[in-house]
């Protein structure tokens, strides 16, 4: 990671929680969020820029899924190994156990609060102590 | 109490209020959505889209104050934040001499904590707040009113598509 803010990727459909995180995030001086409306749109983004995580709305779930896939088997540009976090509706056994597969590190379920959101954004990609300080 | 006092350039700022178009018109789904969410988000019973006129605060949505479309500026918040020209964060109403013998405040609706976040229009005007009320003492930390000032940002976002479409 550059000694820069993390450039972290929002892929979520709900305008109200991706435009009110993008703004906290630029008033706080958090990540710099990009942001996405679709897994379509986000993926062409990752296919072209190297981002330091994933905050990922399972509101699609099997191309998220898919695309998450793709993304830990190293076929996007950036790190295989990226944090990720993911927002869902609802989890079964099932898709805890393969979101565990793939390595997600947390998962907030719905109705989340945005305060939630933006503790996630601060515990998995830190500022550089040089920005804190 | 103490009556919110007029900002310097009101007679622009109510221009720029009256050129959006939006006052008196029936409550929208966008506006509400937000509202709503706020109130959900702060766990609060009431948040408000207000708009400040000349003497009155009307409610371009209105979440938990549903029967209440307008009250007069003079017993507003709003007019107080839209006045200091900033995000105005009230802990308990009743500590403070603005608004300690509010009637909003020793009547219906019962306000203790009220934050406002100013919806200033991209030329600088400011014409009403997204404000949230309880009605209990509360704190607000930094994280909560940068979550408030997202919130309004996408009120202010939807005024001017509002404007655009008219204009």
Redesign the interface.
Same mark, same amino acid.
């Given at each position: 990671m550059s000694a820069g803010r993390p450039q972290v990727l929002l892929i979520e459909p709900d305008?109200?929680v991706r435009?009110? $995180?993008?703004? $906290?995030c630029r008033? =706080?001086q958090l990540v710099r969020l990009q942001q996405a409306t679709s897994i379509a749109q986000g993926e062409k983004w990752m296919q072209s820029n190297v981002d330091h995580g994933l905050l990922l709305s399972l509101a699609e779930r099997d191309a998220a899924l898919a695309l998450l896939t793709r993304l830990r088997a190293g076929e996007l540009r950036c790190e295989v190994d990226i944090p990720v976090a993911v927002m869902v509706a609802s989890a079964d056994a099932e898709l805890v156990v393969r979101l565990k597969e793939l390595d997600v590190r947390r998962l907030l379920l719905q109705?989340f609060? =945005?305060?939630d959101v933006?503790h996630t954004l601060e515990q998995l990609w830190p500022m550089p102590e040089i920005l804190v300080a | 109490m103490i009556k919110p006092p007029l900002p310097h350039n009101e007679a622009k700022r109510l221009k720029a209020l009256r050129d959006l178009v939006i006052l008196d018109t029936p409550p929208e789904e966008r506006f509400d959505? #937000?509202s709503a969410?706020a109130a *959900?988000?702060f766990n609060v019973p009431i948040a408000l889209v207000s708009l400040v006129d000349h003497d009155r605060q009307w409610f371009k949505s209105s979440f938990g104050l549903e029967d209440v479309q307008e009250t007069p500026r003079d017993i507003s918040f709003c007019g107080h934040a839209v006045a200091m020209a900033k995000t105005l964060i009230v802990p308990d109403a009743l500590a403070d001499p603005r608004f300690a013998d509010n009637p909003m405040v020793v009547g219906q609706p019962y306000v203790r904590f009220y934050a406002g976040a100013l919806l200033r229009l991209p030329y600088g005007q400011v014409v009403g707040t997204l404000c949230i009320m309880d009605r209990r003492p509360r704190d607000f930390d *930094? +994280? /909560?009113e940068? #979550?408030l000032?997202? +919130?309004r /940002?996408?009120v202010v976002?939807e005024l001017f598509r509002r404007e655009e479409a008219v204009s």
């Open positions: 305008g109200l435009g009110t $995180v993008a703004s $906290v008033e =706080l109705p609060r =945005l305060r933006v | 959505r #937000i969410f *959900k988000e *930094k +994280l /909560d940068a #979550i000032n997202g +919130l /940002d996408l976002e």
